[in-house]
Antibody, heavy 119, light 107 residues
Framework: EVQLVESGGGLVQPGGSLRLSCAAS????????MSWVRQAPGKGLEWVSY????????YYADSVKGRCTISRDIATNSLYLQMNSLRAEDTAVYYC????????????WGQGTTVTVSS | DIQLTQSPSSLSASVGDRVTITCRSS??????LNWYQQKPGKAPKLLIY???NLQSGVPSRFSGSGSGTDFTLTISSLQPEDFATYYCQQSYSFPYTFGQGTKVEIK
């Protein structure tokens, strides 16, 4: 079964850091484009970051650029999002999602991990 | 950045109704437009990719159309399990963007 499982969320103070993980099973991450998408409480979906299948191309939303780093580990078949200098507005459920390519949309999603930034 | 505007923001409909949701892009995105369904507390689910292609396993009552800047998601006969929020998303260029969502509620 193809599955993505996020972890690493939690409560963190403003200015703090978190590292989100997305463990893949039933698929090889290096064969797919991967994104992080977030959803603030009661709000819509916001794309956060992207890494190409070859990990040669990376993009970030302006809202997190300079504060977040996306990476991938082939050995553990996992995707990561290192989040620094966290702000209250980063509070959201964070999803990882795969796409065979930009033509096919994001067809597999994890269940999400919740990040709460509050003092 | 490419802005996607969905209409309506919400609608009330009855089981069996035909429902149409539109998504307008601020720039030409050819056919790089995807539709997702999201239920409360759940991850989004891909329904339609590349404007008009039905994702595997998605019921045929869902269909998509359009190209360029104007797109439509149609549910031909609304079922109880279709009450949810629907989002369009462009994968034409970065940053990827989503529409603000359309909440489909029971009348």
């Amino acid at each position: 079964e193809v599955q993505l499982v996020e972890s690493g969320g939690g409560l963190v103070q403003p200015g703090g850091s978190l590292r989100l993980s997305c463990a893949a099973s039933g698929l090889t991450l290096s064969n797919y484009e991967m994104s992080w998408v977030r959803q603030a409480p009661g709000k819509g979906l916001e794309w956060v970051s992207y890494i190409s299948s070859g990990a040669t191309t990376i993009y970030y939303a302006d809202s997190v650029k300079g504060r977040c780093t996306i990476s991938r580990d082939i050995a553990t078949n996992s995707l990561y999002l290192q989040m620094n200098s966290l702000r209250a507005e980063d509070t959201a459920v964070y999803y990882c999602a795969r796409a065979p390519s930009n033509y096919y949309g994001m067809d597999v999603w994890g269940q999400g991990t919740t990040v709460t930034v509050s003092s | 950045d490419i802005q996607l505007t969905q209409s309506p923001s919400s609608l009330s409909a009855s089981v069996g109704d035909r429902v149409t949701i539109t998504c307008r892009s601020s720039q030409i995105i050819t056919s790089y437009l995807n539709w997702y369904q999201q239920k409360p507390g759940k991850a989004p689910k891909l329904l339609i990719y590349a404007a008009s292609n039905l994702q595997s396993g998605v019921p045929s009552r869902f269909s998509g159309s359009g190209s360029g800047t104007d797109f439509t998601l149609t549910i031909s006969s609304l079922q109880p399990e279709d009450f949810a929020t629907y989002y369009c998303q462009q994968s034409y260029s970065f940053p990827y963007t989503f529409g603000q969502g359309t909440k489909v509620e029971i009348k």
